[in-house]
C-alpha cells in the first residue's frame, strides 16, 4: 500500500484544509495585507458574516490568521496571515492558475455548462 494515501498522512492535512469552501478564499483575500471584516465580505462576495466568522476563527485556530484588536473605541478588529498562513499561498495560486485554463473542461464534465435547450431536450 502507498504510505501516501494513508489517512493520517502529512499530505491529507493539505487536502482538508483546502476542501472547505471558504478557507482558501479567505486566506488568499489576505494575501495582500490585515483586513477587518467588513473589508473581507465585501472583498470576496457571497459569504455571510456568521459564515466569515467561523471561518475565520477555524484558520486562526490553525494559527493561519491571527487576530489583532485594536484598543479604540469603538474597538477595530483585523485579521492578518501569520508567516505559516502565507505559505498557502503559493498552493492556492497554483490552485487558481489550474481552475483558469482547465476549468470550464471540468465544468463541462460536471454538466455545469449546459444551456437551457440541452438540458430541456
Not at 39 to 53: D, P, Q, W, Y
Request: glycine share 12%; proline share 4%.
Amino acid at each position: 500500500m502507498d504510505d501516501r494515501l494513508l489517512a493520517d498522512c502529512r499530505a491529507r492535512l493539505g487536502f482538508d484544509l483546502l476542501a472547505h469552501t471558504w478557507n482558501g478564499v479567505v486566506l488568499y483575500a489576505l494575501a495582500d495585507g490585515p483586513r477587518r471584516p467588513r473589508e473581507l465580505r465585501a472583498g470576496i462576495g457571497g459569504i455571510s458574516a456568521k459564515v466569515l466568522t467561523e471561518t475565520l476563527r477555524r484558520l486562526e485556530g490553525y494559527a493561519l490568521v491571527e487576530r489583532c484588536v485594536f484598543d479604540e473605541s469603538p474597538p477595530r478588529v483585523e485579521y492578518a496571515l501569520t508567516g505559516l498562513g502565507r505559505t498557502l499561498l503559493g498552493p492556492i495560486e497554483a490552485l487558481g492558475r489550474w481552475s483558469a485554463e482547465y476549468g470550464d473542461a471540468f465544468a463541462d464534465a460536471q454538466g455545469w455548462n449546459r444551456d437551457e435547450s440541452d438540458i430541456q431536450g
